[in-house]
């Protein structure tokens, strides 16, 4: 009978979510059902693809879906959002990358505040970009964290956190698939305890803190100055955007798949081939090119690009 009254209960919150990505598209579809969603906030669309075609954010598709309010306000700052949000007497808001800094009227709004699911385990990697951060700088795990959030960027306290390994093979696209689903379910199991009284903020340790600054584009051009392992790193971290690519014979060569080798026989800049498949020098070991994408081409694994590629050795290297 108490399980009951606790369900009944979580319904009875006022609840408005905020995200836009697909990371917060699987939050916002757990709460589903669970809490009583009174509204929506989520980014306008945006031009995508090559069509540069207006497009909702994932979070806005499930919410109409759902049936539910949805504002998409270009700030949130301005009068007319924060009323309009105001008008929906939140009790409590939850936030999954919204990408928006929330102020302090907003933040002061609900009754049980804001509660954020942050995908890393903080205080590592706050800030804009934690999943690609994570990759990029090689850790060997990273998580989950929900918090309280304050004034500043994932500086709150801490409610739960949940850790896991990240797999060589993850790219940014599948861990934050992982991410996504352990976020779901932890911020369910957090939020009655938390409602309760039970669950209290801890403090970060600052002097761990480290930042995860917004991508740009231009991020994903490969320097084959840089070793390779770091190369690697950067596809992984940036598929599926920005994605990582080079020039070569006036083409963009798009890098999907690599991995990485210790010969040193590759000079940094000169192109050769490991083990049948396509390879660039860096100043540290080689970079396997094991999937590419040839502009205007689909994709293709390196072998079946080699065939076309007459001329892509200025190396007579050949590794294995």
């Not at 939050?27 to 009583?36: D, H, S, T, V």
């Not at 309760?196 to 600054?213: F, M, N, R, V």
């Not at 065939?307 to 590794?319: D, K, Q, Y």
Request: net charge neutral; aromatic share 6%.
């Amino acid at each position: 009978m108490r399980e009951c009254v606790k369900i009944v209960a979580m319904n009875t919150v006022r609840t408005v979510f905020m995200g836009s990505p697909e990371f917060a598209r699987s939050i916002l579809k757990g709460l589903i059902g669970e809490y009583n969603l009174v509204g929506v906030v989520t980014q306008p669309d945006r031009p995508a693809g090559r069509g540069k075609v207006l497009t909702p954010p994932p979070v806005k598709v499930l919410a109409q879906e759902a049936g539910l309010a949805v504002m998409q306000p270009e700030r949130l700052r301005r009068p007319e959002a924060f009323d309009q949000l105001a008008a929906w007497q939140p009790e409590l808001i939850v936030v999954a990358a919204f990408g928006q800094i929330l102020r302090q009227n907003v933040l002061d709004l609900s009754k049980w505040g804001c509660i954020n699911v942050h995908a890393s385990l903080l205080p590592r990697w706050r800030g804009a970009a934690p999943i690609q951060t994570a990759i990029l700088h090689g850790d060997s795990h990273t998580g989950v964290t929900i918090m309280k959030m304050d004034a500043g960027i994932d500086t709150g306290g801490i409610l739960a956190q949940r850790s896991i390994a990240i797999d060589p093979l993850d790219n940014a696209a599948s861990l934050t698939s992982k991410l996504a689903d352990i976020g779901a379910t932890l911020l369910l199991e957090t939020l009655p305890g938390y409602l309760a009284g039970g669950i209290q903020p801890a403090a970060q340790d600052e002097s761990l803190a480290t930042y995860a600054p917004m991508i740009k584009k231009e991020d994903g051009l490969l320097d084959f100055s840089q070793p390779a392992e770091l190369l690697h790193h950067k596809v992984r971290a940036y598929n599926p955007w920005p994605g990582t690519s080079f020039v070569w014979d006036g083409q963009t060569l798009k890098v999907l798949r690599s991995s990485v080798s210790d010969s040193d026989k590759i000079q940094a800049g000169q192109r050769g081939i490991i083990h049948g498949m396509p390879a660039v020098g860096t100043t540290q070991g080689a970079l396997i090119l094991e999937e590419i994408q040839p502009a205007g081409k689909k994709p293709m694994p390196g072998k079946v690009f080699l065939n076309g590629a007459r001329n892509w050795t200025n190396t007579i290297t050949e590794v294995g």
